[in-house]
């Protein structure tokens, strides 16, 4: 249980918080199944590119700060905070220059080392209230 809650940690320390996109493929299965579909991005681990690719576009100091992660069997469960200062323009908006902080809670389902499933929210109201947009 340990050295899955570690593996989950480590994911968004190297792919989040590290910026390395490359590694992406090598963190997912083949047959990933993301459960958190955002309009307009393809499914799966080119998905999870684009959605990491969009938000580091949007906000170059993105950082992710988890909170705690429980492990039962293969899945994990992690509560975060995401932090950040729209510069790039989030989602087609224009950039707003102002910082973000938002909470969200997420699950992964991992398979062999790797990650097989995902389900996740975050306070999405609440980015866009402090984007000034909602």
């Known amino acids: 249980m ?4 570690m593996l989950r940690r480590r994911f968004d320390e190297e792919v989040v918080n590290g910026r390395d996109l490359d590694a992406v ?17 393809p499914p799966g681990v080119e998905g999870v590119v684009a959605r990491h690719r ?8 993105l950082h992710v700060e988890v909170h705690e ?5 293969d899945t994990t469960a992690a509560r ?8 790039g323009g989030f ?10 902080s938002v909470t969200g809670m997420d699950f992964m389902r991992f398979r062999d080392g790797r ?6 929210e975050m306070d999405m109201m609440g980015l866009l209230q402090q984007l000034g947009v909602a």
């Open 91 to 100: 989602m087609g908006m224009p950039a707003t220059g102002k910082a973000v």
């Open 2 to 5: 340990d050295d899955l809650r």
């Open 25 to 41: 493929p090598d963190w997912f299965t083949d047959d990933y199944v993301d459960h958190v579909d955002i309009p307009g991005l």
């Open 54 to 61: 969009m938000l580091i576009t949007a906000m170059p100091d």
């Open 69 to 73: 992660v429980i492990a039962q069997g």
């Open 115 to 120: 990650i097989s499933e995902h389900w996740g």
């Open 80 to 87: 975060f905070t995401v932090t950040g200062t729209d510069t």
